[in-house]
């Protein structure tokens, strides 16, 4: 039975909190009244892979929150072992051509939105980020994860050479050296190496702290004038979205490419294999 302290604790919050009257589906979004702060939680049952539908639903939670004038956006998972497995791997595997399409497109667009968000944004890592769950979280300007976890930008071990906004993301955060030789090498890494080379920030030991350090961190911009910061923020950031822009067509391409190959495919279907042979052993 539930105690009395913790119904009066989730009345409390409940009081202070209220879900965003577009809230998607896959996303779900909650704007504490009291710090202004947004949390979009990726809500994809079992392992938040992106495809299509979380991609588009995460496009439009950034752009709602922004929209809104919240006073930061916080990313965060309801699954309490994985951040996000990344691209759903059967998007690419003997994939539509079109959604495929669809699917790079969306990954994008959700870079765009959320590396040039004009908002304080933060992720409360409290699970596994590999690949595109890694770049979500880098997307982000300052990163929390919990212990015992794994996070990287893995391709290059699968023969894709890593997209530009990889590049950008890895460059934002790490020092030149240690960006490029995590990337050429497809590192992933455990939560004491991510804190030491400084992919993450800061770790804490559950996702209600890891929730409460990006909200630290969102509100040392109280006193901070926000058209301001976003601008600054944009001044660091914009080469990057430009350079983007003038690329984006031949990456996609190129991705289309990449899937398309007849190795490509069968790597990714034994890759899927194995990834469900795990369970069955
Ligand atoms: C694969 C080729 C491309 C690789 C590209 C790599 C990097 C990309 C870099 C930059 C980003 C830009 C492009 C992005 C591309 C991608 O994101 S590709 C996806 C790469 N992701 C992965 O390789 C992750 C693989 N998954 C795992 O490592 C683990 O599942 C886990 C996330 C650590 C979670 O582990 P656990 O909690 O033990 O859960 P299970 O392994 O049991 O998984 C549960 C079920 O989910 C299925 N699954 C796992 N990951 C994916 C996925 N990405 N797509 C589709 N399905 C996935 C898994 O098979 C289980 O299914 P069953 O329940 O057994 O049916």
Redesign the pocket.
């Known amino acids: 039975m539930m105690s009395s302290m913790s119904l009066s604790r989730m009345l409390r919050a409940a009081s202070v909190c209220r879900t965003m009257s577009t809230a998607t589906k896959l996303t779900a979004v909650e704007v504490n009244d009291k710090t202004g702060i947004a949390t979009v939680t990726l809500s994809r049952p ?2 938040n ?2 495809n299509v539908e979380l991609l588009h639903d995460l496009y439009q939670s950034i752009k709602e929150i922004e929209n809104n004038k919240s006073r930061g956006l916080i990313l965060t998972s309801s ?1 309490d ?2 951040f ?9 595997y003997r994939p539509d051509k079109d959604r495929a399409r669809l699917l790079w497109t969306k ?1 994008q667009d959700v870079w765009l939105a959320l590396y040039g968000c004009a908002l304080p944004t933060a992720a409360a890592i409290n ?2 980020a ?6 979500l979280a880098t997307s982000c300007e300052y990163r929390v994860i919990l212990p015992q976890c ?1 996070i990287g ?3 290059i ?2 023969g ?1 050479v ?2 530009i ?2 590049m950008f993301n890895f460059l934002n955060v790490l020092p030149r050296r240690v960006a490029e030789r995590a990337l050429v090498q ?1 590192r992933i890494f455990t939560t004491e190496q991510a804190l030491q080379i400084g992919l993450v920030d800061d770790v804490a030991s559950s996702k209600e702290k890891a929730l409460e350090k990006c909200s630290q961190f969102i509100a040392t911009f109280a006193q901070t004038n926000p058209l301001a910061r976003s601008l600054t923020k944009l001044k660091f950031r914009g080469a990057d979205l430009q350079r983007f822009e003038s690329e984006r067509t031949n990456e996609l391409e190129s ?1 289309l490419e990449f899937i398309d190959h007849p190795q490509m495919q069968e ?2 279907g034994i ?2 294999e194995g ?2 042979k ?3 052993n």
Request: charged fraction near 20%.
């Open positions: 079992p392992i892979a992106l699954n072992k994985v996000s497995a990344g691209l759903d791997i059967n998007e690419m990954l699970g596994h590999p690949a595109g769950g890694c770049l794994r930008l893995n391709e071990q699968l894709l890593p997209p906004f990889c497809g991705f790597d990714l890759y899927l990834l469900k795990k369970n069955r």
